[in-house]
């Protein structure tokens, strides 16, 4: 995987390392909801227009998603996370420069490097995550990407905690990228050098068109595109949760917007708790037996969700669901990782496709709760989730 020299003392500093890395961009990607407000205030813009100018970090991350492989490429997995970091720790002063100085261009250049520079530091991240993983020979991804939803939590809290005390959002952006550099030195300090993928080396002297067709051939593999669809189905679950569930248990089950809020809380917890610690079962049974238990679960849990009359029964739901999407996306990535070649690319491609549940699912159970009214619309979801369950057998190790 790897033909960095690590020994078993210098591992548990790579694992830190990542580790950290995945809590600032969990910290980063929940840091600007709750400043909103604040934001639409301080730029003179209307609710769409800070939609829009947020929509921009969205662009960037797709474009760093489908970078990435070229860019680890030419500078290395370690050069690449150094970079990225310095790119987000730039890319968050200046738009808390533009901020300040109410220009919209500013803020919106700033977040677009944002995002793509947060792409790239996503897919190299997984594939460091993968080569731990397989030095180790233990499982670490799913720790891995419950550090991003704990980062989450905080990110939402240092925002909530900012905007109770009067700190406004330039000065808290500030503050953030010189805690991004901070933690920065000792990410880079503690990430091993060398290149992850027999085809990163092989195809460096290559003409331009073969690196191309390298990168490309990830887009014509089919068990990539199965993992990709895998994980597209539990992302889409998992974040028509964060999305919708509150205006569900709400409207649905007539609870106080308080209740509503605790439920996909509860729902958030859940899934960073069973993904925390999830890796030592996965080691036990393997993937594919795990994934395809938890999908089972979650199944009953959506199911449990949409029928239960209780509010128990549907809370009990809301946990069942929190454990069927909580190892398959981590998993996947993980098994994208293995197989030889760029593994840059071929995470990059399940990245990639699993972004687009991100995008695809708010609008879709939207659109279906026109028609059927929003808790039947979570059927859909049932669908995407018996799929995952039929491709499980992609994860296996190669």
């Not at 078993?8 to 694992?15: K, Y």
């Not at 990607?29 to 829009?52: E, K």
């Not at 068109?209 to 998992?238: M, Q």
């Not at 399940?350 to 659109?367: R, Y």
Request: proline fraction near 4%; hydrophobic fraction near 55%.
């Amino acid at each position: 995987m790897t033909t960095a020299i690590v020994d078993r003392l210098h591992l548990p500093r790579w694992r830190a390392a990542t580790l950290t890395a995945y809590l600032i961009g969990g910290v980063l990607a929940a840091t600007w909801g709750p400043r909103l407000p604040d934001l639409t205030r301080q730029l003179h813009v209307s609710t769409a227009g800070i939609g829009a100018i947020l929509a921009t970090s969205t662009i960037g991350l797709l474009i760093g998603l489908i970078a990435a492989s070229p860019v680890s490429r030419v500078l290395g997995i370690r050069r690449t996370v150094a970079v990225s970091l310095a790119v987000i720790v730039a890319c968050t002063a200046i738009v808390a420069t533009g901020i300040a100085v109410a220009s919209v261009p500013i803020t919106t250049g700033g977040l677009l490097l944002l995002g793509v520079a947060s792409g790239i530091l996503d897919v190299v991240i997984n594939v460091d995550g993968s080569a731990i993983e397989q030095l180790g020979g233990r499982s670490f991804l799913p720790l891995l990407h419950a550090m991003w939803l704990l980062g989450a939590a905080l990110g939402a809290g240092i925002s909530a905690g900012c905007a109770a005390l009067g700190i406004g959002p330039a000065a808290q952006y500030a503050g953030l990228a010189g805690l991004v550099a901070l933690a920065g030195v000792f990410i880079v300090v503690a990430i091993p050098g060398g290149r992850r993928g027999d085809v990163e080396e092989a195809v460096d002297g290559a003409p331009l068109g073969v690196k191309f067709r390298h990168w490309l051939r990830g887009w014509t593999d089919r068990r990539l595109i199965l993992i990709g669809l895998l994980i597209f189905g539990v992302e889409l679950a998992e974040g028509s949760a964060r999305t919708w569930m509150p205006l569900a248990v709400e409207q649905g089950y007539h609870q106080s917007d308080a209740v509503a809020a605790l439920f996909v809380t509860g729902f958030s917890l859940a899934t960073a708790g069973f993904r925390a610690f999830g890796g030592p079962v996965v080691d036990r049974f393997g993937r594919v037996i795990v994934v395809r238990v938890t999908i089972a679960i979650g199944v009953v849990g959506v199911v449990l969700f949409i029928l239960g009359g209780s509010i128990w029964v549907v809370l009990v739901g809301t946990l069942l669901w929190a454990i069927g999407n909580c190892l398959a996306g981590p998993l996947g990535m993980s098994a994208a990782a293995e197989g030889g070649g760029d593994a840059a690319a071929r995470v990059g491609v399940v990245s990639t496709i699993g972004f687009f549940a991100g995008l695809a699912g708010p609008p879709l159970i939207g659109f279906l709760a026109q028609q059927l009214g929003l808790i039947p619309s979570f059927w859909i979801l049932v669908v995407l989730l018996i799929a995952a369950f039929g491709v499980a057998p992609v994860l296996r190790r190669r």
